[in-house]
């Protein structure tokens, strides 16, 4: 393992134009090239490639095309889950979905942070990540974005189109931009 990738997965500071991220990002985009391009009935193979892809995938879930990561082995998708059309995971920190998680279309979950104050580092391009945790029985509306670091507690709703900031309690709904706890579930 080399020093960028070692100090990706420690949330460090780090540059992913490392040849090991950059290799294993190459890979994954293959992987994504043929899951993306799979036909309707495709199931098994589909579920074949997602089983290489990710570093789990609980039983019972799937996930539609189009589908975007950036290295694939950082998500844990866990039972009777499903990622709906056009989801993109930067999974350059671990993204973890529970059990029973609906997420709709066009989501996004963003591990991926760079420097603000810093604006050297930033043109230099060096970045960290945090990661993101997705509660049991979750719902994720369409077009959710989730920031880096948050975790969204078990049986939480997020409504359409919010941004997600900070953690989110267990059995709300929340939504806007920034989201914010609309009321109790």
Request: net charge negative; hydrophobic share 40%; with cysteine.
């Amino acid at each position: 393992m080399t020093d960028h990738k070692e100090r990706m997965l420690r949330g460090e500071l780090y540059r992913d134009n490392d040849p090991v991220l950059v290799a294993e990002r190459r890979r994954c985009q293959q992987l994504l090239d043929e899951f993306n391009a799979t036909r309707s009935g495709e199931d098994e193979r589909r579920a074949r490639l997602l089983d290489d892809l990710l570093g789990h995938i609980g039983e019972g879930s799937w996930v539609m095309p189009r589908f975007q990561c950036d290295y694939g082995y950082l998500i844990r998708l866990g039972r009777n889950s499903f990622l709906n059309y056009d989801a993109i995971l930067m999974d350059c920190a671990p993204i973890t979905i529970g059990d029973d998680v609906s997420i709709g279309p066009r989501a996004q979950l963003l591990t991926a942070l760079h420097p603000v104050e810093d604006h050297e580092l930033r043109r230099q391009r060096w970045e960290t990540a945090a990661p993101i945790t997705i509660g049991d029985n979750v719902w994720l509306g369409g077009g959710v974005i989730v920031c880096p670091g948050v975790t969204i507690g078990d049986n939480a709703v997020i409504g359409a189109g919010s941004v997600v900031t900070r953690d989110v309690p267990p059995r709300v709904f929340a939504a806007g931009n920034p989201c914010r706890v609309v009321r109790q579930l």
